[in-house]
């Protein structure tokens, strides 16, 4: 079992900067596709970005060249750099880990709100 523990949620104004962490209990980076997912009240879970083993990332539309995914493998940390945050940013962020090997297990952390507002 793996534990995924968010933080650096938060307020923020508009055209502001926020990092969010996720910490994971165990070294799952290299087997895994981790990433960050958002939702906001009556939406579904939107998928903002990810990266792979190999450490490729990928983006939702709405935010390239605004967020960017990193990880610190030694740490067994991801990132999210999220800058110029605009209103539309708020949501509650999930960490998300999916192995890659058997069991296919996803890991989702508890969450962190982060609140784009003037």
């Known amino acids: 079992q793996v534990q995924l523990v968010e933080s650096g949620g938060g307020l923020v104004q508009p055209g502001g900067s926020l990092r969010l962490s996720c910490s994971a209990s165990?070294?799952?980076?290299?087997?895994?596709?981790v990433g960050w997912y958002r939702q906001t009240p009556g939406k579904q879970r939107e998928l903002v970005a990810s990266?792979?083993?190999?450490?490729?990332?990928t983006y939702v539309d709405s935010v390239k060249g605004r967020f960017t995914i990193s990880r610190d493998t030694a740490k067994n940390t991801l990132y999210l750099q999220m800058n110029s945050l605009k209103p539309e940013d708020t949501a509650v962020y999930y960490c998300n880990a999916r192995r890659l090997i058997p069991p296919s297990t996803v890991y989702w952390g508890q969450g962190t709100q982060v609140t784009v507002s003037s």
């Open positions: 990266i792979n083993p190999a450490g490729q990332p």
């Open positions: 165990r070294s799952i980076f290299s087997i895994s596709v």
